[in-house]
């Protein structure tokens, strides 16, 4: 009898091992290091403008025995935006372009991931979600990259320990869907909007 209670119970925590270990991990994506940051590009034929946002936060829930389940939501401070030129800067930020005063964040919420590969740490797949900007939502299905590092928290910020999980995207959109300027000033400022996004997200062990 004790070496049936001994064995129930053994199988029990072994159990419940597995299940701890399989649990999907949060991941905060405000980088203390102000590393991460999106990228966009607008190709015109007169001008082309390149420029960046590291106002990134938010979370992604993320499982490395199950990656199909991944969702989460990864906002971008609209002020965060910047190029080069502070006149062309200016008129981004402004009520005419993206108003960054009425819509203060820019928001991609994920939902589901199909054609899953996983090859050791990294996994890839079609990630589907809703891409909101300027107070307009719409669900994009983008491809994307994703690379658990299991305990290499430490390396990216020292005396801290935990995971880390890359994210790298890349997708266009077109202007016209959320009402930046509709059809106006192509020369200068192409209507469509490449976004390039690599953020690394940590999830810190007590």
Known sequence: MKLMHHLLATGLLTIMAGTL????????????KGV??????????LESINGSA???????????????????????????LTVPNPMQNTHMHSATWLDATQFPQITFEA???????????VTTGDL???????????????????????DKLSARVPNQQGDLLVI??????NR??????????????SPTIELYLAIAGASPKP
């Open 21 to 32: 270990q399989a649990a999907p991990q949060t991941f905060d994506f405000k980088d203390p």
């Open 36 to 45: 991460n940051n999106a990228v966009f590009k607008l190709d015109a034929p």
């Open 54 to 80: 590291n106002g990134i936060s938010g979370t992604v829930t993320f499982d490395p025995e199950n990656p199909a389940a991944v969702q989460g939501k990864i906002i971008v401070t609209t002020a965060s």
């Open 111 to 121: 939902k589901s991931l199909a054609n899953v590969k996983t090859m050791e740490s």
């Open 128 to 150: 589907t979600g809703t891409f909101t900007l300027k107070g307009v939502a719409k669900e994009i299905i983008t491809p994307v990259k994703i690379t658990y590092l299991k």
């Open 168 to 173: 790298r995207a890349n997708f266009t959109i």
């Open 176 to 189: 016209e869907e959320y009402n930046i300027q509709p059809g106006q000033y192509e020369e200068k400022v």
